[in-house]
């Protein structure tokens, strides 16, 4: 079995954590413009700052259980060692091309 670490999977991640923040800036600038007046531009924003906190645990989890294999693009639902301890890493095994991708990120 081989072991090699995923460089694309930390760009990946990067990026998508990156659009998540996009409603909660957007979210906390509309509130704290309207701090104290309940119009409909403070209700919009506590509406996308919350969206933001359901789209980022949406999107954090869908991260996790949808890896693919960089080489043969098969779905890995779940990491190797799914009892973990602080400090190991994710890894995603897959079997038809017997190498364990190693993420980069740690428990």
Known sequence: ?????????????????????????????????????????????LACFLGGIAWWARLDRQLLRAYHCPRCDAHLPQPSITQRADGDPICFYCAVCDVEWDTTLRQ
């Open 1 to 45: 079995m081989e072991r090699i670490n995923d460089k694309r999977f930390g760009t990946r991640f990067l990026i998508r954590n990156f659009l998540t923040i996009l409603p909660h800036g957007i979210g906390i600038m509309l509130l704290w413009r309207d701090w104290g007046r309940f119009d409909i531009q403070f209700w919009l924003g």
